[in-house]
């Protein structure tokens, strides 16, 4: 049974743990507690915890609950004496943690040592298990500096401990690992000294089986973790040698038997930077020949030695193959008749002119030795030697039947010169020529290969003479190019038979060539969306024979974004069922401004998941993929996951002795505690709260602690504290202003700027990337602003602009959102200006003069036609499907837009709406003289309309060519028409049909109609 003291516990912790966040709640059963006197270190640690969970935004940062709990923390952690209580310290422990102070977690547990160690009466004069505890705490809070203090400590206090010695090396390499590439300098004295101390274990390796000294390395792990420290650390290669020759250390040593190939490869790339091109040569040579590197046919030492490594699959390895070629080549630059290049020459032409199948390494060596030797007369002229455009043919007709054929060998086509690409097309078409796909005499296998083969061919084709990288896309002969497809995808619907639902077709590429060939006749006429239109169509009729083909997927994405049918980018998006870590480098396709783009969910979009998608629901895949709240929501859940898993990986990871997974956590664990993706997604999710008008107050204080935040002279800003997820995060090199701008410009046009505004000096929101001068944070409470001292938010707001538009800055604001940062600026000045009542009103009304005039420039903009932007003459395809991302800058040009611009044109409207209300209603402006009449106010409403409804209903006539399909349209697409295109058309009618085509058109009819319904949702003030 419990008591009384745990139930009084519990009972804060469901308070706090109650749905929606009951901080309040359990801040007040505390101090109840506290006011009838009950005393003790855990109920002010867990005070301190609570608070650590309260609101902050728009406090002062001395005063605000965040720095209280800090207060408490540290008058807690390092009072004498410190608390002894377990529990205490572990919600110190975390209350360190959320508070972004990781670092102070390491002073807890060294004070906490120091003093336990310093108690009268102590007879001995360490502690072994406080320094173990200082050691596993500061591993838990990742505090790698005071992981190494407690680690050196231990090993120097415990020396007959072999365990503490390989502690310290690692936590010693591990600080070098962990930091920054600015900081590696200043902490290379780390990473000496780890090398030092594991170069003295390794010469201590006894040459027998006995043990040797305690402090000697004996297993695979320890001799693993000696080869890290060396390589990360830089070690000189003729060190690196001396130790992988040795028989003690060395890959053929007892302990190297377990990484033998590794610590092989890594001998031959030391040999390689060190011009030793004859051992390389004889070693890479053996393993061709043998399987094995035991060149002398003497036994090491260790259980392996008799029976020497042998491995069929290095004997082929392109990295023996590739050695091999490079030594030979550079044996042969120094004597053109040495034996060895002579050898290496005749082993790769035996290889290029047999009838026989030879391997893929092989062949590929052949190509490398042929490009390496081409720039050389002295090699060239040899007879011997095969010149690259022969090289390139014979490998594709030896493994143009291999689906890796093109992505081999398109690295060696680009070394040709333009002459011999041509040459080389005309050779490869006449080669797939010479076999009749139509012929009933060809087994299943032969007409598969003939099938691929094709494909290269013309995957060479398209890139060759269509999208060439040194012109603009050619659309010329796009016509015959998408016929040619056409055939040989008939042809591929015979070979792709009896595939596993997960397995991708052959046919597959030759419908993304399409696609890929239409986007170039849409990268050479930006103002006509039809040829997107036409390759979404093709694109959905491939994924519904090969639902898994994560290319035509991510395209997909692309071009649903660029057509402004984000509700079927974000299906798509999910479709790919991207997890975990995934999101972090390709959240770029979808996630970058779903705030702004899709900030209301399609409650329909759920059924457009495919059933087999739906599995992870809830885990990896909203319930419903245009959620965007709930795609951050999973997207930031990796993270939190990550930070608390992680110490408890790496922990594991010393307790197990696995020293060489060590880096690869370490290196991981910075990845995710320093991701700007987290940064975004954090960022994304306060707007869409926004937008919604959910109250920010349950975000937790990991956002408010954001909004208090202030930049620092040299302009760093923390998003999560002075120490947050990352420890000065500098928004210079590191994450930039792109990001910060967007928080900027959510806290300033989504943030309540004009509503429910009290008082009025508009010093509000979060400040990123200003002057050095605005170095304070503004305050802002529940949505009405105080004035302060600071730099005013229309300051603020024409810094970061007026410098955007001076080329400063990477370009983040699109022109409408420009437009309405300007009139935000002049919402700003109104109540300036209007707080102080011994003003004149006449500056005021200048202001709404300049309020009008740039509204109705809102307004012109919303009613002109959509800007079309022709192709520059060096742009290509590349560069036209950077355009379709939602993160870069061009986006006047995109369709998309003008939905965009209708919803800011729908939010600036609100705001003048609110201000107008402020207007009429605030006892400021009403004392001002002469008074802003009812008239005046009225004429503003005017500008918009007399109500919400009518702004909504003309918002929504100016978005109508947006969201309207027509039956013509329909017609379009099937006849290709202002294309000229007609195997295209014939394909759509033929292979798709009117009915696919139709649900298509529909499908994105209703993605961009869901997506005005949200917006045409918007309730003004």
């Not at 480098?585 to 979808?590: A, G, N, Q, V």
């Amino acid at each position: 049974m419990s008591s009384p003291f745990e139930r009084r516990n519990q009972q804060v912790w469901e308070a706090l743990n109650a749905p929606g966040g009951g901080a309040k709640q359990a801040l007040q059963l505390v101090n109840r507690r506290l006011k009838k006197g009950e005393k003790g270190d855990h109920l002010t640690a867990m005070r301190a915890f609570i608070l650590a969970h309260m609101p902050s935004a728009g406090t002062n940062p001395h005063s605000s609950p965040l720095s209280e709990a800090l207060a408490l923390c540290n008058e807690l952690a390092f009072r004498k004496p410190p608390p002894k209580e377990t529990e205490t310290i572990r919600l110190l422990e975390m209350t360190y943690t959320y508070l972004g102070k990781k670092a102070e977690i390491g002073r807890l547990h060294e004070h906490l040592y120091k003093t336990r160690i310093a108690t009268p009466g102590r007879t001995k004069p360490v502690d072994e298990a406080g320094l173990q505890e200082w050691y596993n705490g500061c591993m838990k809070a990742c505090d790698w500096a005071g992981m190494q203090k407690a680690a050196m400590m231990l090993q120097k206090q415990f020396p007959n401990n072999r365990v503490y010695y390989f502690w310290a090396i690692a936590a010693c390499f591990i600080i070098v690992v962990a930091c920054d590439d600015d900081q590696r300098a200043s902490l290379g004295l780390f990473g000496t000294l780890a090398s030092r101390m594991i170069s003295k274990a390794a010469s201590e390796i006894p040459q027998g089986k006995e043990p040797g000294p305690s402090r000697a390395i004996r297993t695979a792990a320890e001799l693993q973790l000696f080869y890290e420290v060396l390589t990360f650390t830089k070690a000189e290669d003729a060190e690196l040698v001396k130790y992988l020759e040795s028989t003690t250390t060395g890959f053929q040593s007892r302990l190297g038997s377990d990484n033998y190939w590794e610590l092989w490869w890594l001998l031959v790339d030391s040999k390689l930077r060190l011009r030793e091109f004859k051992d390389v040569n004889k070693h890479c040579l053996s393993v061709l020949s043998t399987g094995t590197v035991n060149l002398s046919g003497e036994s090491a030492d260790g259980p392996g030695a008799d029976q020497p490594k042998v491995s069929k699959v290095w004997q082929d390895d392109w990295k023996v193959w590739s050695g091999y070629v490079t030594s030979a080549v550079e044996l042969g630059l120094v004597n053109p008749e040495d034996p060895l290049f002579s050898k290496a020459a005749a082993l790769v032409t035996e290889n290029l002119i047999l009838n026989e199948s030879v391997s893929r390494g092989a062949l590929l060596a052949g190509l490398k030795f042929a490009a390496l030797c081409g720039p050389h007369a002295c090699l060239r002229c040899r007879k011997d030697v095969p010149t690259l455009l022969a090289a390139c043919l014979t490998f594709f007709q030896k493994q143009g039947g291999k689906s890796s054929c093109y992505d081999d060998l398109r690295p060696y086509v680009a070394q040709l010169t333009v002459d011999e690409r041509k040459e080389l097309l005309i050779k490869m078409k006449e080669y797939c020529m010479s076999k009749d796909l139509q012929s009933s005499d060809m087994s299943l296998k032969e007409l598969t290969n003939a099938v691929r083969e094709r494909v290269t061919q013309l995957n060479f084709r398209f890139w060759i003479e269509i999208d060439d990288q040194e012109r603009p896309p050619a659309t010329a002969g796009l016509d015959d190019f998408f016929q040619e497809c056409f055939a040989v995808y008939a042809v591929s619907l015979q070979v792709d038979v009896d595939l596993l639902v997960t397995d991708m077709r052959i046919g597959d590429e030759l419908l993304l060539l399409v696609a890929k060939g239409l986007m170039c006749i849409y990268a050479s006429r930006m103002h006509d969306t039809l040829p997107l239109s036409i390759a979404i169509i093709v694109l959905e009729h491939l994924l519904s024979k090969s639902k898994h083909n994560f290319t035509a997927l991510l395209l997909l994405v692309r071009l649903y974004s660029i057509i402004g049918a984000l509700s079927c980018a974000t299906v798509e998006y999910q479709r790919l069922s991207i997890k975990q870590i995934q999101n972090d480098s390709l959240s770029h396709h979808i996630l970058t401004r779903l705030s702004t783009l899709l900030p209301f969910a399609n409650s329909a979009a759920a059924k457009l998941l495919h059933p087999t998608d739906v599995a992870d629901v809830g885990l990896h895949v909203p319930a419903n993929p245009t959620d965007s709240l709930e795609m951050y929501d999973i997207s930031l859940r990796m993270y939190k996951n990550a930070n608390r898993t992680n110490p408890e990986m790496i922990s594991l990871a010393f307790k197990n002795d696995a020293y060489g997974q060590i880096k690869d956590m370490v290196l991981f664990e910075r990845r995710v505690s320093t991701s700007i993706s987290a940064c975004h997604f954090e960022i994304e999710r306060r707007r869409v709260l926004r937008f919604r008008g959910v109250a920010a107050e349950g975000s937790g204080a990991m956002w408010d602690r954001a909004l208090t935040s202030s930049t620092s002279d040299n302009r760093s800003f923390d998003l999560f504290g002075e120490d947050g997820w990352h420890t000065g995060c500098d928004m210079g090199p590191r994450v930039g202003s792109q990001w910060a701008k967007g928080f900027l410009l959510a806290e300033s046009i989504v943030a309540t700027l004009v509503a429910q505004s009290q008082g009025a000096a508009a010093a509000g929101g979060a400040a990123a990337d200003l002057p050095k001068d605005a170095s304070s944070s503004a305050s802002k409470t529940n949505g009405s602003f105080s004035e302060t001292a600071h730099m005013s938010l229309p300051q603020r707001l024409r810094g970061v602009v007026d410098r955007e538009e001076g080329g400063e800055s990477e370009c983040e604001f699109t022109g409408i959102e420009r437009q309405v940062l300007g009139i935000v600026c002049l919402l700003g000045d109104v109540q300036v200006e209007s707080e102080n009542t011994s003003r004149s009103s006449s500056k005021i009304k200048a202001l709404l003069i300049d309020l009008a005039s740039k509204f109705e420039a809102v307004r012109g903009t919303l009613q002109a036609s959509t800007i079309t932007k022709e192709v520059s003459a060096t742009s290509t395809l590349d560069a036209a499907i950077s355009k379709l991302s939602l993160a870069e800058g061009d986006w006047d040009s995109a369709p998309w837009y003008s939905l965009h611009r209708v919803y800011m044109f729908l939010e600036v409207c609100k705001y003048i709406l609110q201000l107008c209300d402020f207007l009429d209603k605030s006892p400021a402006v009403k004392a001002l003289k002469p008074p802003i009449t009812k008239a005046q106010i009225g004429e503003i409403k005017n500008m918009i309309g007399s109500s919400s409804k009518s702004v909504i209903q003309m918002a929504k006539e100016q978005a109508k060519d947006v969201v309207q399909v027509t039956e013509a349209d329909i017609d379009t697409v099937l006849s290709c028409k202002g294309l000229e295109l007609a195997s295209i058309a014939d394909f759509l009618k033929g292979s798709v049909g009117r009915g696919k085509v139709e649900r298509y058109m529909d499908k994105i009819a209703r993605s961009r109609s869901s997506s005005w319904a949200a917006v045409g949702s918007v309730k003004f003030s």
